[in-house]
């Protein structure tokens, strides 16, 4: 991806650490993302939400129908061996 891109998967991975299935069960799922330190290091991680529903649902979607989600994130900071000098 070019610089200030995020890069996103066109399918989903079932054993992909940084995909997540949302359901109507609560999902965490850790370590999804970790920046690199530094100034001149990446300062921004992307999101995308994407899906499918069934063609045929035993009850037909209404236009009142919504899907609501809830996202939580926590950070965390990582530790950065000191530089040692030879």
Do not use: R
């Amino acid at each position: 991806a070019e610089d200030g891109e995020a890069e996103f998967s066109k399918t989903y991975d079932t054993k992909a650490v940084n995909q997540l299935v949302f359901s109507t069960k609560e999902t965490t799922k850790k370590d999804m993302v970790t920046l690199p330190a530094g100034k001149d290091a990446a300062t921004f991680a992307g999101f995308k939400i994407f899906g499918s529903a069934a063609a045929k649902p035993a009850k037909a979607w209404a236009a009142t129908d919504t899907l609501d989600m809830k996202l939580t994130f926590k950070l965390d900071p990582v530790a950065v061996p000191a530089a040692t000098t030879p």
